[in-house]
């Protein structure tokens, strides 16, 4: 043993045809490689609500929201926080996928006090977001009840740590 490492960063990488390259190695465990730009919120990764299906059953009821990830990377869905209820979602969501989650169970809705919903992600980084819709509401006057129509995106997405 010379007490040196047995690999040296600065040699040179065969290659599959026999030729010798300076380029090194892609390895298996190199970092994804993220889009987003600190401080700039059009890089931003957005996880979207492409539907809220409402379920009710007497005097409860339970929402359901499909979530979308419209980013290029893969993306954890942490938490949503509506109608005064945060919901653990903990859930990793590909580029492009769509997903239903349940997001509040209980009382059916007897006022529209509420009108933002917050929605939790971040990137497999690390990197935490937070989403914030506006909250639309129907009254069905045979119930006395409201239920939500549609959750709007209201822009910009918040870079919860940045």
Known sequence: MSGKPAF???DKVPQDDGQVSG??????????????????????????????????NGNTMQIYCYLLNSSPES???DKMQLLGMTRRLQ??????????????????LLSDQ????????????????????EIMYTYHQESKTYIIGDLRLIPPIRDVYG
């Not at 298996?28 to 492409?50: F, I, Q």
């Open 8 to 10: 040296d960063p600065n």
């Open 23 to 56: 380029a090194q190695a892609p390895t298996a465990l190199s970092a994804p490689t993220s889009s987003v730009r600190k401080g700039d919120a059009s890089t931003y990764p957005v996880v979207r609500v492409t539907r809220v299906d409402m379920r009710p």
């Open 75 to 77: 993306l954890v869905v």
């Open 91 to 108: 859930d990793d969501l590909r580029p492009n996928e769509a997903r239903e989650y349940l997001v509040y169970s209980g009382p059916a």
């Open 114 to 133: 509420q009108h933002q919903a917050l929605l939790d992600y971040k990137t497999t980084g690390g990197d935490y977001f937070e989403a914030v819709y």
